[in-house]
């Protein structure tokens, strides 16, 4: 089995010219966290997370019609290859800590989306059953996604519990 039989391939794109707005627009009515971001040419240049969009719009205190896709995106994602096995996804996800990847084919442009949902839910490519190689495998993969950062601690601005010009330092839930 490859990655073209479980990937989502109906997926919507958007440009790195493109306003956030556009890309939340896209999340909201396709009920999903990430938009790939691809130059004219549909070769995958970037993504645009649900937490990007945030972020961009807190960092950046401006709307999302006025801040534009590049600014916030994930710039040469890691993406995997619609001929890849399953494994080889579970292992990028776990290695560079994400829960989708671009699928693209062998000329770079976008083929689809695949989720950490869509691994599980076809049992990682492997048979129905739940083998015990294939629980380690999840575990393992969950356990590098959900790690937290070492650094420990945030800097965040805070205009209601600090001064102006002062940072304070919150910590990182644990």
Request: aromatic share 2%; glycine share 8%.
């Amino acid at each position: 089995m490859n990655v073209k039989k479980i990937m989502t391939a109906d997926v919507a794109t958007c440009g790195a010219g493109d306003s956030l707005s556009c890309a939340a627009q896209i999340m909201w009515e396709r009920d999903c966290g990430i938009v790939p971001v691809v130059d004219a040419d549909q070769t995958v240049i970037g993504t645009v997370t649900d937490r990007d969009i945030c972020m961009g719009a807190y960092t950046q205190g401006r709307p999302l019609e006025a801040i534009r896709v590049d600014s916030v995106m994930a710039a040469n994602p890691i993406c995997c290859r619609v001929n890849d096995k399953p494994s080889k996804a579970w292992d990028l996800m776990a290695k560079h800590r994400v829960r989708r990847l671009p699928v693209t084919d062998g000329k770079g442009k976008i083929a689809g989306i695949l989720s950490l949902n869509d691994l599980l839910t076809n049992n990682g490519g492997r048979s129905r059953s739940k083998s015990p190689a294939f629980l380690e495998s999840l575990s393992d993969t969950l356990g590098h996604i959900c790690e937290h950062r070492p650094d420990g601690d945030i800097e965040c601005a805070d205009a209601k519990a600090a001064q102006p010009g002062k940072k304070r330092k919150t910590p990182v839930a644990k």
